[in-house]
């Protein structure tokens, strides 16, 4: 009994841990770092060197890297076989769902999302053009962490953070359901 409890009481632990854990975006195109992080349980991440593009992915001490290449691959080898095997289709009634309801479901998770940085750094190659923009993205600007910049040092970048967690998603699509 003492071993059922204890298994029960980790099972929901782990579950309660998996709800609360943030998830993270991130995209830095200064370092070129692009993944999504759970903490404490894994991450992806999309490397790209001159050679290739590659996905590393890594989930507690297991690590794999997946080229592009064989994901493509993939792709051709089930639509070659979607091919084979057409099943012809028999007119059912479909449940009606409204567009507007669906949109709203996604609009309510989307508002689940917080995102913790957003910079964004322009160069236009037209000096006349930034001197023109500066004043307009001063007013757009709220504060360090998020904010659209104009430079004359010939450098676009790209800096967004974005996090949310597991039980607050949930939450968003059953929340006026």
């Not at 980790?10 to 759970?38: G, H």
Request: glycine content about 2%; charged content about 25%; hydrophobic content about 45%.
């Amino acid at each position: 009994m003492i071993v059922v409890c204890t298994i029960l009481i980790l099972l929901f632990s782990f579950l309660i841990w998996l709800l609360i854990t943030p998830i993270r975006l991130i995209i830095d195109s200064s370092q070129n770092k692009y993944f999504i992080q759970w903490i404490g349980l894994g991450r992806i991440a999309l490397i790209a060197t001159k050679e290739e593009w590659f996905f590393r992915l890594k989930i507690g001490f297991w690590k794999k890297k997946i080229g592009f290449q064989s994901i493509v691959d993939e792709w051709t080898k089930e639509d070659k076989t979607k091919e084979d095997k057409k099943i012809p289709t028999t007119n059912k009634k479909k449940k009606k769902s409204s567009f507007f309801k669906s949109m709203e479901k996604v609009r309510q998770v989307l508002k689940s999302f917080n995102v913790k940085t957003f910079k964004v750094d322009i160069d236009t190659d037209n000096y006349y053009l930034n001197a023109l923009l500066i004043p307009a993205f001063q007013v757009l600007n709220k504060n360090n962490q998020h904010r659209i910049a104009i430079n004359f040092r010939n450098q676009n970048n790209v800096l967004v953070n974005i996090e949310n967690r597991l039980i607050k998603i949930i939450y968003s699509i059953l929340a006026k359901s």
